[in-house]
């Protein structure tokens, strides 16, 4: 379902601003560099409301970000949630000062020259209070709705931004069921990726050309790349100016395999790679051959096409409370990830949920600015070379 509620003109009213580059895929791409989540920030939510403090972290500064920017990052991702700071219908707007301090974060990034990504990140889960991007609700035409007009919000609010602001969709929507995707539920992703695409194009301006970033069912590469049911959006409305030979969309994966050493929290898996030192702390599955295929599989089927690929997450919790080597084999990790997304022509973009210690994917403190973990800093910096 394709909302036309303002003219497809709408593109040409506002021109695009004169600072504003028109890069191919592998300009951008080699532009936004290794990137990092300013992750359970923005996104993180009390009771269905989401407030950068809800879930630990402190207020966010430009001292982080300066930081961030020093340790090598040329790409910040960062994950907004909306949920209860979106009104009610028909007009569904935005609590300005919510919007506000995002743009506010925004600006800390982009300022310091920076590619930012920002999405609609929570508002798709349906284990979050208030989540309501939800593929599975019976309600479609209202969210597609509501969807259209937080993106349209969105968009007017950063029309004047040159191409190093990029809008994903949205985040690891799927129905929260871990397994094959539901057909149906997997068209009504793709239109809202297809909704997305229009809204933003239909603003005009910097919006017109700006690089778009889309996923597919859960961020899963197999998913997206197999026979499941991922549709990639037209733009139809897209600047003139952009040579037709040219794509302005990007496709958005995420890579946390294999899961029990990247994400499972206990001690049982420690160790990942080639260098792994003890066969029982190594997962059976998952190792560099595995992650090859994978890039493989996103690069032949998007890259080659003329479509960007990012790997909008990924990461491994600290486990050096079971094993003291386990931080050597999460810089290996990490390496491996950033070095196959280079190989592939793609942009690796760290998780950071600001946690350090037991299970956090932390690499700075941020209440004091400093790094935590830069044996791992390097190994993504060494892979991105």
């Known amino acids: 379902m394709v909302f036309t509620g303002w003219s497809a003109r709408a593109s040409a009213a506002t021109p695009i601003t004169s600072d ?144 190093r602001l990029i809008f994903e969709s949205m985040n690891e929507v799927f129905d929260g069921t871990y397994g094959n995707p539901n057909s149906a539920y997997y068209a009504n992703l793709n239109a809202y990726n297809q909704i997305f ?80 030192t003890n066969p029982s702390k190594k997962s059976t599955w998952g190792q560099e051959d595995y992650l090859n295929a994978q890039f493989n599989s996103v690069y032949n089927k998007f890259v080659t096409q003329g479509y960007p690929a990012v790997i909008g997450e990924f990461g491994s919790i600290d486990k050096t409370a079971y094993d003291s080597t386990n931080n050597v084999y999460r810089a290996a990790f990490a390496k491996a990830v950033t070095s196959t997304a280079k190989t592939y022509k793609m942009v690796p973009v760290y998780w950071d949920n600001g946690y350090n210690g037991q299970h956090g994917f932390a690499l700075f403190n941020r209440s004091n600015n400093t790094v935590t973990q830069q044996g791992i800093i390097n190994a993504i910096m060494q892979g991105i070379q």
């Open 197 to 276: 695409v229009d809204t933003v194009r239909k603003t005009g301006g910097n919006n017109s050309a700006r690089w778009l970033l889309i996923p597919g069912w859960n961020t899963n590469i197999d998913y997206t790349v197999g026979n499941y049911g991922f549709v990639l959006p037209t733009d139809t409305y897209r600047s003139s100016t952009i040579p037709i030979s040219e794509k302005r969309i990007m496709i958005s994966v995420h890579y946390y395999s294999p899961w029990d050493f990247a994400g499972e929290e206990n001690g049982n898996i420690t160790q990942w790679g080639a260098t792994a």
């Open 20 to 163: 504003f580059r028109s890069l191919q895929a592998s300009q951008i791409v080699s532009e936004m560099g290794a990137g990092w989540n300013l992750g359970n920030q923005l996104e993180a939510t009390v009771n269905g409301t989401p407030s950068e403090t809800a879930w630990g972290n402190p207020v966010i500064t430009t001292e982080l970000i300066k930081k961030v920017k020093a340790a090598g990052f040329k790409t910040i991702r960062i994950p907004v949630s909306y949920l209860n700071h979106i009104g009610s219908a028909p007009n569904y707007t935005i609590n300005t000062a919510w919007l506000d301090r995002v743009k506010t974060v925004v600006d800390y990034a982009y300022n310091e020259g920076l590619y930012v990504v920002i999405n609609i990140h929570g508002d798709g889960f349906n284990s979050i209070q208030g989540g309501w991007l939800l593929v599975n609700s019976g309600n479609q035409a209202a969210i597609k709705e509501k969807y259209e007009r937080v993106w349209q919000q969105i968009s007017n609010k950063f029309i004047n931004y040159d191409e």
